[in-house]
Nanobody
């Protein structure tokens, strides 16, 4: 069984930044694309960002493009989401996920159905 643990959430003012971390158990982290998703109150979970297993290729939701940056450190089994210029509408529980498939070194996944392991989530609240 693979376990994912997110951290780094909190309460920040609009315009500020946060860095989320996701530590993945086991020794196969390097072999899977990773993704970040979020769920705001009363809304469905949505895609935020994804990164290939090599870290060479990334993809973002439109709202995240230019403000958020996904990265990974395969030596630490950790994925990151750097969030800059946060807005009140970014308030949500943020989840990291590990993909179902190992895929090629430049593949990433934007759909929830491509992910099989999920963390418990970390709350991000942005005040205006």
């Amino acid at each position: 069984q693979v376990h994912l643990v997110e951290s780094g959430g909190g309460l920040v003012q609009a315009g500020h930044s946060l860095k989320l971390s996701c530590v993945v158990s086991g020794n196969t982290f390097y072999n899977y694309p990773m993704g970040w998703f979020r769920q705001a109150p009363g809304k469905e979970r949505e895609f935020v960002a994804t990164i290939s297993k090599s870290g060479a290729v990334t993809s973002y939701a439109d709202f995240a493009e230019g403000r958020f940056a996904i990265s990974r450190d395969n030596s630490k089994n950790t994925a990151y989401l750097h969030m800059n210029n946060l807005k009140p509408e970014d308030t949500a529980v943020y989840y990291c996920a590990r993909s179902r498939s190992t895929a090629s070194s430049r593949t990433y996944f934007r759909s929830e159905s491509d992910y099989v392991y999920w963390g418990q989530g970390t709350q991000v609240t942005v005040s205006s």
